[in-house]
């Protein structure tokens, strides 16, 4: 008798911890880019014979748009982390929530853009550097010159296999780089067959010029002119005028990137304070708040991906794989039944036509969500992998 209700009760308890929530979660840590801003480069107007559209805000700083749409994933995030019991109502303290971002004005900008939507009336500190801040600085940190020598292989190596004819046709006639004043005072004016040249500057990320430098910082306008807004026949002189036209240009993008920081060993370079702060939240070598909220920018995010070897991913009704206000969300669960700690990582961002079209974000309406993966992490079917395993691959990258 006693065995038989021992069973039942056992068999009770399982179909309480079935019916009821079986994922925990305990911990966040969101890396994010800064939102929407000016663009950056200072040779636009050296580029074309053609008139920019003007921006209200000096280059590089976060839009009144970009203050906008980071306080709708500020938002987002309270309302989410507060139905999973992560965060309370009323204000957090510093225990519970951490802000912490770089020094860049667009960067600090979206930082409390995020908490003061997420958080009103309760004055949330940012934390930033007074000096530059070597977690967000993406510079090279191995001086040796077999090092170096390694690098400038690997760009070389990628900038070979890159296959970019048709996007810099695009890119020419956008332009109209015949007539510009870098090809009438450099007298290289072929996109496709002009050279690709390394920058080597100390104590600086890797770097290049050239067509696809060109290509980058031509792009990266076209994209916040999107987002800001501009009507579609200011965006790109009304070239980019659907999918199909961005499809063709976003590859400069893209290639820049993957030449600058697509080698694990330079990526981990890079990345290694910046990992090794998120490693300390992780492995308990500081008391680590419920959520730290880490400010950066898209080389924070490239390095990263890199450096921690995460499998490809692309994003849905996105051009660009790290978007602005695009946050890679480590997150630490709880499973009740296995009663082990587990790690999901996401992706969460706004779309295209989120951004672009203003709108607001909420449990009803969120932002997209992309699951990302480690190589060395294996996931289950709900997108965990074992927190142990992923503390043990963490010891390895700190070393």
């Avoid at 979660?25 to 880019?33: A, D, E, F």
């Avoid at 982390?81 to 600090?108: H, M, W």
């Avoid at 070979?160 to 996007?167: P, R, V, Y």
């Avoid at 992309?370 to 010891?395: A, I, R, T, Y």
């Amino acid at each position: 008798m006693y065995i038989i209700k021992y069973f039942l009760f056992f068999c009770a308890s399982i179909t309480i911890v079935n019916t009821e929530k079986r994922f925990y979660m305990k911990q966040v840590i969101i890396l994010s880019r800064h939102n929407l801003r000016t663009p950056l480069s200072k040779y636009l107007e050296i580029m074309t014979p053609k008139t920019w559209p003007a921006w209200k805000e000096k280059s590089g700083y976060l839009t009144a748009k970009g203050a906008l749409l980071e306080g709708y994933m500020g938002g987002f995030f309270s309302d989410w982390l507060k139905e999973e019991s992560v965060l309370s109502s009323g204000c957090p303290t510093e225990d519970v929530f951490y802000a912490y971002a770089n020094i860049k004005q667009r960067t600090i900008a979206s930082a409390k853009a995020f908490v003061n939507r997420a958080f009103p009336n309760c004055n949330i500190t940012v934390h930033y550097s007074s000096t530059v801040d070597p977690i967000f600085n993406p510079v090279i940190h191995n001086k040796t010159a077999a090092f170096k020598d390694y690098v400038i292989k690997e760009m070389k190596a990628h900038l070979k296999s890159l296959k970019l004819n048709d996007s810099y046709d695009l890119l020419g006639n956008i332009l109209d780089y015949n007539h510009s004043k870098l090809c009438e005072t450099n007298h290289q004016c072929n996109l496709k067959t002009d050279k690709n040249n390394i920058i080597d500057v100390p104590d600086e990320k890797p770097n290049l010029w050239g067509p696809i430098k060109i290509g980058n910082s031509v792009v990266d306008a076209f994209v916040m002119q999107y987002y800001e807004g501009f009507p579609i026949n200011s965006v790109a002189w009304g070239y980019l005028y659907d999918q199909e036209q961005w499809g063709k240009i976003m590859p400069l993008s893209r290639g820049f990137h993957n030449v600058i920081f697509n080698t694990s060993l330079v990526a981990k370079d890079i990345a290694k304070p910046l990992i090794k702060y998120i490693a300390d939240l992780c492995l308990g070598h500081n008391v680590a708040p419920k959520v730290t909220l880490l400010m950066g920018h898209d080389a924070n995010m490239y390095t990263l991906l890199e450096g921690m070897g995460f499998k490809p991913y692309s994003l849905i009704n996105q051009h660009e794989i790290v978007p602005i206000g695009g946050k890679i969300v480590f997150q630490k669960w709880y499973d009740v039944v296995s009663r082990q700690n587990l790690l999901k990582i996401n992706f969460i961002y706004q779309s295209m036509k989120q951004l672009r079209d203003s709108v607001p974000l909420s449990l009803s309406n969120p932002p997209q969500f992309e699951l990302l993966e480690l190589e060395n992490c294996k996931v289950d079917s709900n997108g965990f992998c074992l927190w142990n395993v992923f503390e043990d691959f963490l010891k390895t990258l700190i070393q």
